[in-house]
């Protein structure tokens, strides 16, 4: 292999790793708050549900394109750049959404980090043949 694969695999292997990180802290911590802040609010059922649904997709998401990514990055086809860089441009393209929501804070910053890896990574990856 040549250190140019190598290097890209290793941006993407590393986004790929603080994605699924960060989809994890955000299934694993963040739910249960989300359930206890749903809870203590006037939402109907209907809305406190669908914002559970939500919450969950998010995360799910989040491991789908971490998933991806990795799959992407180290098997051989010919639109595996296409999709390294589809991965990295979507993780980047949320970060103003959220920062225009919720504000600046650990979360989005690991993002932007997986993005930007990603990405780097994807451009890295020598073009399909």
């Given at each position: 292999?040549?250190k140019r694969?190598?290097?890209?695999q290793?941006?993407?292997?590393?986004g790929s790793l603080?994605v699924?990180v960060?989809a994890?802290?955000?299934l694993?911590?963040?739910?249960p708050?989300?359930?206890?802040?749903?809870a203590?609010s006037n939402?109907t059922?209907?809305?406190a549900?669908?914002?559970?649904a939500?919450?969950?997709i998010?995360g799910?998401?989040?491991?789908?394109i971490?998933?991806?990514?990795?799959?992407?990055?180290?098997t051989q086809t010919?639109?595996r750049r296409?999709?390294?860089?589809f991965?990295?441009?979507s993780?980047l393209?949320?970060?103003p959404?959220?920062?225009?929501?919720?504000?600046?804070?650990?979360g989005n910053e690991?993002?932007l980090?997986?993005?930007?890896?990603?990405?780097f990574?994807g451009?890295?990856?020598?073009?399909s043949?």
């Amino acid at each position: 292999m040549k250190k140019r694969q190598i290097v890209a695999q290793l941006l993407v292997g590393l986004g790929s790793l603080n994605v699924l990180v960060g989809a994890g802290l955000h299934l694993m911590a963040g739910y249960p708050r989300v359930i206890a802040a749903l809870a203590a609010s006037n939402l109907t059922v209907l809305m406190a549900n669908a914002m559970r649904a939500v919450f969950l997709i998010v995360g799910l998401a989040w491991i789908t394109i971490a998933i991806v990514a990795l799959i992407a990055a180290f098997t051989q086809t010919r639109i595996r750049r296409v999709l390294v860089l589809f991965c990295g441009f979507s993780l980047l393209a949320e970060i103003p959404i959220w920062v225009g929501l919720m504000g600046w804070f650990i979360g989005n910053e690991m993002f932007l980090l997986s993005g930007v890896l990603i990405t780097f990574g994807g451009f890295l990856l020598p073009p399909s043949r």
